[in-house]
């Protein structure tokens, strides 16, 4: 299961930052509606002010960041604890920022803006728990005979 849970969550670093270096460079103003589903107060106009003049730096690196998570996840041991450690971190300021989609009633709002985000930090927990992991490469290799995802027996 925990292979399972690795090999969902590693594309969507490895595969997400291109996006981001995409929509930093050619589509900038699609981060915009990001400040408007945010919780804590003050933040629409910091996103406003602050984030949104400079949202092609910002979504580099965004890209950078999400690159380096994928690349530690693909690592066993310490770097992929880490690199967990870090997603479930940016996860968690997701659930706080929302994803970018007001809606009209709170309920919705939950559901649309936080819950997927809360989905992903608890996909990852068991694998923040579960200690020292082989690396994906490891894996593929099959040096770890007789040890599926575990780095040790």
Known sequence: MHTIARLFVIPWYLLGWVLHVYLGLFA???YRPF??????????QLWA???MPH???????????ELAVGCL???GGRWFTIGVALSIGFNVFLVQMGLGMPQADATRSFMVNRLPNLVFIAIQIPLLVE????SIPALIRGRRS???????A
């Open 73 to 75: 996840l693909l690592a």
């Open 49 to 51: 002010g602050i984030v």
């Open 28 to 30: 900038p103003e699609i």
């Open 55 to 65: 949202m092609t730096a910002w979504a580099l690196t965004l890209a950078a960041f």
């Open 35 to 44: 400040g408007a589903t945010a919780i804590v107060p003050g933040f629409a």
């Open 146 to 152: 007789g040890i599926r995802d575990r780095g040790s």
């Open 131 to 134: 200690g020292e992991v082989a």
